[in-house]
T-cell receptor, first 110, second 115 residues
Framework: GESVGLHLPTLSVQEGDNSIINCAYS??????FIWYKQESGKGPQFIID?????DKRQGQRVTVLLNKTVKHLSLQIAATQPGDSAVYFC?????????FGKGTSLLVTP | DAGVIQSPRHEVTEMGQEVTLRCKPI?????LFWYRQTMMRGLELLIY????????DSGMPEDRFSAKMPNASFSTLKIQPSEPRDSAVYFC?????????????FGEGSRLTVL
């Protein structure tokens, strides 16, 4: 069946470096793609989304890129900080519910 | 706004016992979702409601699981009887009916351990 998956389960970066988290999706019918951040012991928190008719969207320190040709989504975090350490999920919106990928753990080292 | 409120935050029970998880969505949100999170399977949708009516329960594992939404401000997820493989974090989420992005607002989760 269709699914959302992540290329890298763990990512370790140094503080101040840029981070890139990747995601592959298979459901082309999704209107939006969304990135969530989940800190230990907490629920997922919305970071940024991108509409399916866009290929790039920027937020504060974060940029999401969408490549519909290869069904690929990425989250770029600029100047990664210790507070960015968390698990990041991509999600697609085939309907009213979200279909989540399995997540990438980002570890920021000093 | 207080956000989505879930209780209990932690529950430890023995196999065979009934478990009831509770959720209060954000006021005014028309959609309520129950997700389960495990290391092996990630975040899985169990069921969701629109205006208190169950719309899709295809993710509910089996008949031991049931969910209700008696009114717009309260929902329960019940497991009876519970089994060790039900151990997971259960999240409730809600969203407005006319959200432009599909963003879901999550609670802090209920961590269930079945011994």
């Amino acid at each position: 069946g269709e699914s959302v998956g992540l290329h890298l389960p763990t990512l370790s970066v140094q503080e101040g470096d840029n981070s890139i988290i990747n995601c592959a999706y298979s459901n082309s019918a999704s209107d939006y793609f969304i990135w969530y951040k989940q800190e230990s012991g907490k629920g997922p928190q919305f970071i940024i989304d991108i509409r399916s008719n866009m290929d790039k969207r920027q937020g504060q320190r974060v940029t999401v890129l969408l490549n519909k040709t290869v069904k690929h989504l990425s989250l770029q975090i600029a100047a990664t900080q210790p507070g960015d350490s968390a698990v990041y999920f991509c999600a697609e919106t085939p309907g009213y519910a979200l279909n989540f990928g399995k997540g990438t753990s980002l570890l920021v080292t000093p | 706004d207080a956000g989505v409120i879930q209780s209990p935050r932690h529950e430890v029970t023995e196999m065979g016992q009934e478990v009831t998880l509770r959720c209060k969505p954000i006021s005014g949100h028309d959609y309520l979702f129950w997700y389960r999170q495990t290391m092996m399977r990630g975040l899985e949708l169990l069921i969701y409601f629109n205006n208190n009516v169950p719309i899709d329960d295809s993710g509910m594992p089996e008949d031991r699981f049931s969910a209700k939404m008696p009114n717009a401000s309260f929902s329960t997820l019940k497991i009876q009887p519970s089994e060790p493989r039900d151990s997971a974090v259960y999240f409730c989420a809600s969203r407005p009916g006319t959200s432009g992005t599909g963003e879901l607002f999550f609670g802090e989760g209920s961590r269930l351990t079945v011994l």
